[in-house]
């Protein structure tokens, strides 16, 4: 079936450490998009990718960083640099043209030590 | 900047009643609108989605309407379940050159049996 998987469910971070979010998709969108999820707030877009090799800061890119070499892959760095990364990560992809709703992937859980 | 609104915050209910769940947005150019289900520490599920050009979607004991031009959604849930139990959240998909969704902070639904 085709989905979005991210992994891992849970992450602990310790202060002053990177660490890397995975999601892949075998839908064949080709746009991807990374939200964060805070009880109270919402979700918020961080980064978002229409094409390979191509990506725009969402509306809170700072302490973050993403790659998309490939179709199916967008990684999340979560950098030493964000302060606060304690919160529930979702990624999700659509096809290329409005009008085809989105997809989320199941979530990752950072948690920093 | 687009803004979308959910009431109620929660709603408690008991089994077997029909309920409405309502989202507002700000700006009435979007291309479409989407229902999520998101379930405690789960991803979101796509529920329904509904095309700017449409006035509602069904499915199942779901219908969602959409009155565009007054920036509002309603999302009606036949007989509810204590299965329906979630948080449903709206998000309106609006283009230009920055395609992206934006989120309704959810409307948090307890049925009871």
């Not at chain 2, 999302?75 to 309704?104: E, H, R, W």
């Amino acid at each position: 079936d085709g989905g979005i998987t991210q992994s891992p469910k849970y992450l602990f971070r310790k202060e002053g450490q990177n660490v890397t979010l995975s999601c892949e998709q075998n839908l064949n969108h080709d746009a991807m998009y990374w939200y964060r999820q805070d009880p109270g707030q919402g979700l918020r877009l961080i980064y978002y990718s229409q094409i390979v090799n191509d990506f725009q800061k969402g509306d809170i890119a700072e302490g973050y960083s993403v790659s998309r070499e490939k179709k199916e892959s967008f990684p999340l760095t979560v950098t030493s640099a964000q302060k606060n990364p304690t919160a529930f990560y979702l990624c999700a992809s659509s096809p290329p043209r409005a009008g085809y709703g989105y997809t989320f992937g199941s979530g990752t859980r950072l948690t920093v030590v | 900047k687009q803004e979308v609104t959910q009431i109620p915050a929660a709603l408690s209910v008991p089994e077997g009643e029909n309920l409405v769940l309502n989202c507002s947005f700000t700006d009435s150019a979007i291309y479409n609108l989407q229902w999520f289900r998101q379930d405690p520490g789960k991803g979101l599920t796509s529920l329904l989605l509904i095309q700017s050009s449409q006035r509602e979607q069904t499915s199942g004991r779901l219908n969602a309407s959409l009155d565009k031009s007054s920036g509002r959604s309603t999302l009606y849930i036949a007989a509810s379940q204590p299965g329906d139990s979630a948080t449903y959240l709206c998000a309106v998909f609006s283009g230009g050159s920055n395609y992206k969704l934006t989120f309704g902070k959810g409307t948090l639904l307890t049925v009871n049996p």
